[in-house]
């Protein structure tokens, strides 16, 4: 480590303890049980009797440095000047003071944060970059989430679903946010092989790195007007993407072509079935800034038909296990494609397998 | 600076609608800031041509470090030149995210002295987003950022800042104490965080629970997710109180565990422990009158990670159960074996899952020196295509060699 | 012929113990039978030396045919002579495996004739076999056996014996007159089944019902498999005599049915059969309360095949459901379909459900000119690799054989 | 088809209706129910009143010429003449009359053959020839049959299982008994890499085939003493035995190396859950005729653990689902390898990717 000079590196981050609010200090791992007083609104029982309050509100994650500042305003004003964010990205104060509730929703409702999140709701949206920072994306993240948020936000208010509902979006296959776990996943994709700046390539990229970056070998070298390249086998390209996150001079972005897809049944937690990956429900929806209501109104179906059919504490998945697939399809109106049959890697193995079958 | 804000019709469509608005927090952050509203400038055109107009970055970064910053620079700089560079700061979050007023507020006025005004309270991997300044201003955001007690997160082939849910902080099912095995991992690999020594990203995701609020079997090269060995702790007052209050034990608990292991008679709900999967419904819908067993600890699994090259994998069991108290020097043995074994026979970019699946996980428990037990795999072969190895098999011979002549004729079957 | 018998202490040792000794069959056959009693012989070699002592048959079959006879050597010929050659005749059964006293004697008589005087009834594809013959007796015992009405089954790259459950001939169950489809199909084929036109080899089989009596779904490259498409036919009054004679039908019946679909209220049984699977086991269990549908077809499914060589697979659902009386006629055409492509494109030794796994589904089913349904799959895609085709992408390229240009290229894979 | 001389060719089998009993061509389709009246006898009955008796015998299914007409004869004297073999090549006389079971029994009996394999029994094991009749057997088939039979002889003639039992041999991995979905599946299996016989391998084989007959391609052409010839690189062979199926000279027997391997909890039919592949248990026992005593210890180990422990109505692998893979090696005292865990095409899909455990 021959950069240890007078600058201070590798401090990591600041010990959380000194951030812990007194009563989540005096109580951390005593804690004997919870309840669920509203939407967005917890209070957690100690064994000593103790109880801490938290108020979760939603956040766009995009988070400018005044409306960070507005929530360490409220933080002082409610809860000590402690808050935390979660996993969903959303804001959490944590209250000594049951009476401080109602006051705070009321101050973050008139600055424009909603309770809400918890229990059987859609809470935030796990999402990324998009175009507000991301070269590899095949369509904008917030503004997407941002619009279906507007449209469930009833459901963040409200814990009236049968189960949690976690939806996620990634503006390309990396998946950054790891969408491929989610009741409901909203993936950007490309749909056209890479177009290749033979000028640029051999100055800004590895050849050998981009042709082995390519999980179906769908690239080869080429020399071009006499500059060492490569050509794209545009049949034997699936669109992923690995290729330009190697090699600048493969762009695959496309105005036409890139667009959005959706997943469902996906979960994380291991209560009742085993986590599992969402699968494909809608294969391709045109990019249709800035409110993408094609998307939205893909969304909402879902949670729609999955609110009126599925059986309490059923998460999408497990409502489609009962049910199956075709009913799945039938019920939400979505076409089943050619493209919903999984022809990758492991193909064959998404068969149907058994003479079980429903008419 | 922008004194009158430039037009923006399509994402103005954005500040509409209940739930809040990111265009508002850029339109906040660019009345005082250049970067801010060349941003919005750039977005707005993204969201006319409907495609990005960010370029691949050259490494930016610190002095020292390999990683932490994403270089991103604009295509359109001509139009936006306040954007031309407009790299992101990956910082390490304190363990479970929690901040005071304080520490917040001088964190933004770091980046106000520095930066676009702009971040993410977080990015996925949990760290906390500095989103976007030029290039000279990064080594001093840096040492303000050290001064103030906090460092850099990763990018690139390194570790990745660790993450953790709530646990013990704020939550009663907690199976041992996240946030500091989250806090001593981030410290104890702070060289593998910010200076790449590995084929690829490496992450760690710690949940105190199977409930898995950090999503950490599907993310985390290493899974870390509490469980118990004991029975389930039963309240039967609270029970009875749930029953009375209307809960239907039957069809919402009974019915609805995996393994059927529950019974209720209307009276009494008994469990079989030994036939439980510890997979935390019953508790979820009872917490008053269940909780995990006392003898806590956590299951390690490894390999997670998103699709790109060969599909997404879970993490799956490497370790069914450690205790409590033995988990950190636990994790801090095996990874060190495991980044040893990686590090060597890792192809570039190939995360560690991908590893087991190319050499298979036979090959990498003998590589790290673990033995396999039933509990790491959903269940055994079904090919018979079983590589014995060289030891469990006889030097054989072929008698009646002398037998096979030109008589036998090309085989057709 | 050897009237005095050879020493096999080893085989000896396998005519004690209840179950019938093939042994014993051998040594029947021996008094009579020189090669009989050179295999009791070699066989006695084998298990001393713990090997077999056959090589690899040449082509030896009869006039016109390109199977149907298995051709064996003997690779310890001096010293059993009469095994030197020791080829089997496959025979097509008939359907249902039904005889009469007469036809197997006449049977008997051919073999004796000609042959080891050895069978096996059946072999597992389903033919008889005749066990152990001269290469100059083939012509002579086919001969006979054609003027006893019977013919060959197939060895090699032909369609191979189709066989079926006993069906409606013995069995409540059978949602269709399998026999009759076996029987039919069996014919249809002859030149399919004795000349070798395929890649590899080909086999239908044919179960009245999901319980699958011919292991079809595991075995056979077209599994035709019966169903009903209405509901369950139910008789109330032999349901409560099933209770009141001890039968748990909540526990035994509706804790097992795999969809939950059925309620006993201790009085009535109620089936939702719009969530029943067909899996049979209620029917199973409650013979005379309850019996398939009144609306009966079948399943087709395709692929099921043993591991070589990319691992084991079983039939995957190509046609829900085929209504009883339209079987015969879409079977046919779909198979021509199936052989064209597979003739086309299946590389040599390559199984129909080894091209299916090689191109995919989606590519298959463009060939054959089959709509992808929900029913052909447990679960749609989870990966995101999806090859768009060029006629669903703007200024994409002549639409049209893609199926065949993913074919092609997929291979890669 | 030039071959159509004066020889019959291409008859195809006889047609079976010929060969039914005169109640079942009456009844034909109108079967009503059936009722199981004894290990290996069952009465169907048509909705016409009309029944017919099945008696289901064991067989060796490797059968003289001699015990063919002694069925014939037990028909003629019993069912009218009437018999047909099973799908597990039992066989089974038909009788109109239910006084002849008795009667039929006591012959079958007496001559050996054990009337049973109906209902939750244990039937006959689907077998293959061996070192009988076939080249490429890595075991014998019939012996072990055999002794195993012997074994499991109550429950056969016994319907005291929870569920069906299936057992299957095959004596190589071409699995000509498709024993792949059995409850208990025995399988021969080599363990040393071909023999390469180059002396003679160019004048049997086409060297292209045989190279290309390897599913992991360890052939690779080689020149031997000047003879073009193949060699296999060991370490990269799975003992598949393709190669020798195309290739005469590349034996693999090996009377150390051959032996057995038991797989269980396989299943075909849909009966309550969807069909299935059996799994390892035991991945090498040694080749030990006569009576191989090991592999009948291990059959026998397996029925009576799972006779002991499973619920009625599970089969082999529906009673490893419910007590978990651990579970069945802890009861049954198998011991857990390396090998049970799956290192082929798509390992990795059946490790474990949740928290569910036992402890
Ligand atoms: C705060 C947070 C952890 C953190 O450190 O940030 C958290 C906190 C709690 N989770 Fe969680 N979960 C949190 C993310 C998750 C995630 C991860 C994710 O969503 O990406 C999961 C996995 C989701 C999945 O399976 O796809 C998760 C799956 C659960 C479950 C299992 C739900 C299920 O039936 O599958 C429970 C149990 C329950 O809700 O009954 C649970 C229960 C809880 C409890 C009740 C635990 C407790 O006793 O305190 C906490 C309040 C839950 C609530 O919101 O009602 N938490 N929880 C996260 C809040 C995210 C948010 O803002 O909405
Ligand atoms: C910022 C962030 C998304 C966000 O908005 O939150 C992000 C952004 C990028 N990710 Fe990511 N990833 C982020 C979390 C993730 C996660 C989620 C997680 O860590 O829990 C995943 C899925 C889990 C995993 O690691 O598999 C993820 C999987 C990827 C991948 C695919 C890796 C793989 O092995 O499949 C890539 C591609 C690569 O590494 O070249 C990638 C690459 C990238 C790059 C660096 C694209 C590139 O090649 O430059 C993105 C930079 C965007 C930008 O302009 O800032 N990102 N990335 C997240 C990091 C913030 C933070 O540090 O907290
Ligand atoms: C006789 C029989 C076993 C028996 O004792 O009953 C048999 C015997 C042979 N089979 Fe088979 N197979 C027999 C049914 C099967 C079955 C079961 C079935 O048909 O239901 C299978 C599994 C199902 C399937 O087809 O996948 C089967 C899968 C194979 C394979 C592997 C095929 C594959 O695609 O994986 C081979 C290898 C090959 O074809 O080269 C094979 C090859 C062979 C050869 C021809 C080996 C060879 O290369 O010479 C065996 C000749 C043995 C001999 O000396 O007679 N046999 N073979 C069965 C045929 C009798 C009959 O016609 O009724
Ligand atoms: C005779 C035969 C069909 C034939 O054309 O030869 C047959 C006949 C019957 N089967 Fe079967 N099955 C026959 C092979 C099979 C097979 C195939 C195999 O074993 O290779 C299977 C699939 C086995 C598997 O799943 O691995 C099979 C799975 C069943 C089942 C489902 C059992 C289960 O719970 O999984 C039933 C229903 C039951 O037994 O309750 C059934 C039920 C029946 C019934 C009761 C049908 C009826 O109403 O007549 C018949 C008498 C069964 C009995 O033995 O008690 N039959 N049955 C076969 C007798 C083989 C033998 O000699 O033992
Ligand atoms: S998902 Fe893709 S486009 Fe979105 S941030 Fe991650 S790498 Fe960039
Ligand atoms: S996008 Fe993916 S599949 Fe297409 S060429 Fe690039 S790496 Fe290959
Ligand atoms: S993972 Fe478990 S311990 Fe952690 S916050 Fe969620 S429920 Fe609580
Ligand atoms: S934790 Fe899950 S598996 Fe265990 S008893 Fe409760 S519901 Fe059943
Ligand atoms: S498969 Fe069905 S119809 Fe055929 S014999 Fe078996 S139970 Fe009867
Ligand atoms: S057939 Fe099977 S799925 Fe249908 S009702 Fe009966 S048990 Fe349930
Ligand atoms: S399983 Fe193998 S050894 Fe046995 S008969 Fe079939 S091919 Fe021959
Ligand atoms: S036995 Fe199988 S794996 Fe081994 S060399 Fe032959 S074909 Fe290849």
């Known amino acids: 480590m021959g950069t240890q000079t007078e600058r201070l590196t590798d401090i990591g981050p600041p010990n959380y303890e000194q951030f812990l609010h007194p009563v989540i200090k005096k109580n951390y791992g005593k804690w004997k049980y919870h309840e669920n007083l509203a939407p967005g609104v917890l209070c957690h029982v100690s064994e000593t009797g103790d109880r801490i309050y938290t108020v979760r509100a939603g956040s766009p994650r995009l988070l400018s440095i005044q409306t960070v500042r507005l929530f360490a305003d409220l933080a002082d004003r409610y809860s000590g000047g402690y808050l935390r964010f979660t996993s969903r990205n959303n804001v959490e104060f944590l209250l000594d003071n049951p009476d401080n509730i109602e006051p705070l929703r009321k101050d973050l409702a008139e600055s424009g944060f909603p309770v809400g999140g918890t229990g059987n709701a859609i809470s935030n949206i796990v999402h990324t970059q998009g175009w507000v920072h991301c070269h590899s994306s095949a369509t904008d993240a917030s503004g997407i989430v941002k619009a279906v948020m507007d449209a469930v936000y009833d459901h963040f208010t409200g814990q009236k679903l049968p189960a949690k509902l976690r939806i996620a979006l990634a503006c390309c296959l990396n998946m950054c946010g790891a969408v491929h776990c989610s009741d409901i996943a909203i993936l950007g994709i490309h749909r056209r092989a890479p177009k290749v700046r033979h000028d640029m390539l051999n100055k800004v990229c590895e050849i050998p790195t981009a042709i082995a970056s390519c999980p179906t070998g769908a690239i080869r070298s080429a020399t071009v007007d006499g500059k060492p390249s490569v050509e794209v086998i545009d049949a034997q390209c699936m669109f992923c993407g690995n290729c330009y996150t190697v090699c600048p001079a493969m762009p695959l972005n496309d105005p036409e072509n890139d667009g959005l897809s959706i997943w469902v049944g996906g979960k994380v937690s291991n209560a009742r079935s085993a986590p599992r990956f969402s699968k494909l429900a809608i294969p391709f929806i045109p990019n249709n800034p800035p409110r993408w209501p094609e998307v939205v109104d893909a969304v909402v179906n879902i949670v729609e038909v999955y609110a009126r059919n599925a059986r309490k504490y059923e998460r999408v998945g497990e409502w489609i296990d009962r049910i199956g697939w075709p009913k799945f399809f039938e019920l939400t109106g979505i076409e089943f494609t050619r493209y919903h049959i999984d022809d990758f890697k492991n193909a064959g193995l998404t068969y149907a397998r058994s003479a079980h079958l429903r008419f | ?413």
């Open chain 2, 1 to 413: 600076m922008a004194d009158e804000m430039r037009a923006t019709p399509l994402l103005d469509e954005l500040e509409k609608g209940p739930w809040p608005s990111f265009v508002k927090e850029i339109k906040a952050a660019a009345k005082a800031k250049p970067t801010a509203d060349d941003l919005l400038g750039q977005l707005e055109l993204s969201y006319k041509e409907k495609i990005s107009h960010w370029k691949h970055g050259g490494i930016v970064g610190v002095m020292g470090y390999g990683g932490g910053v994403i270089g991103r620079y604009s295509d359109v700089p001509e139009q936006f030149p306040n954007v031309s560079h407009f790299h992101t700061l990956r910082v390490n979050h304190p363990s479970g995210w929690f901040y005071t007023s304080d520490v917040l507020r001088k964190l933004c006025d770091i980046w106000e002295t520095h930066g676009s005004d702009l971040t993410n309270f977080h990015g996925s991997t949990g760290d906390i987003i500095l989103l976007g300044t030029k290039t000279d201003e990064l080594e001093a955001t840096f040492n303000d950022l050290t001064k103030l007690g906090f460092d850099l997160g990763g990018s690139g082939s390194v570790m990745r800042t660790p993450s953790c849910c709530v646990g013990e902080a704020r939550c009663e099912w907690a199976c041992y104490d996240t946030m500091a095995l989250c806090n001593d991992l981030t410290h104890t690999y702070q060289d593998e965080l910010h200076r790449p020594a590995f084929p690829y990203k490496f992450k760690f995701k710690c949940s105190g629970c199977p409930n898995d609020c950090v999503a950490s079997i599907a993310r985390a090269d290493l899974s870390i997710i509490g469980t118990w060995k004991d029975d389930i702790q039963q309240d039967d007052a609270a029970v009875s109180e749930y029953a009375a209050a209307g809960l239907d034990i039957q069809k919402d608990v009974c019915d609805r565990c995996p393994t059927k292991c529950m019974d209720w008679d209307g009276k009494r709900l008994s469990i079989n422990n030994r036939e439980c999967v510890r997979c935390m419904h019953c508790i979820n819908v009872m917490p008053k009158a269940l909780r995990p067993g006392k003898e806590k600890g956590a299951t390690l699994l490894i390999g997670a990670k998103a699709p790109i090259l060969q599909g997404a994998l879970l993490s799956s069991v490497l370790i069914p159960f450690v205790p409590a108290q033995e988990l950190l020097e636990t994790v801090k043995e095996l990874v060190s074996r495991i980044w040893d074994f990686w590090g060597e026979y890792g192809n570039n970019r190939e995360r560690v899952g991908e590893l087991i699946q190319r050499i298979g996980m036979p090959a990498f428990l003998d590589a790290i020196g673990l033995d396999p037990v039933p509990e790491m795999v959903s269940a055994p072969r079904d090919n018979p295509y079983i590589f014995f190895q060289s030891e469990d098999v006889e030097e054989g011979e072929t008698p009646g060699e002398e037998a096979l002549d030109e008589a036998a004729v090309k085989e057709t079957k």
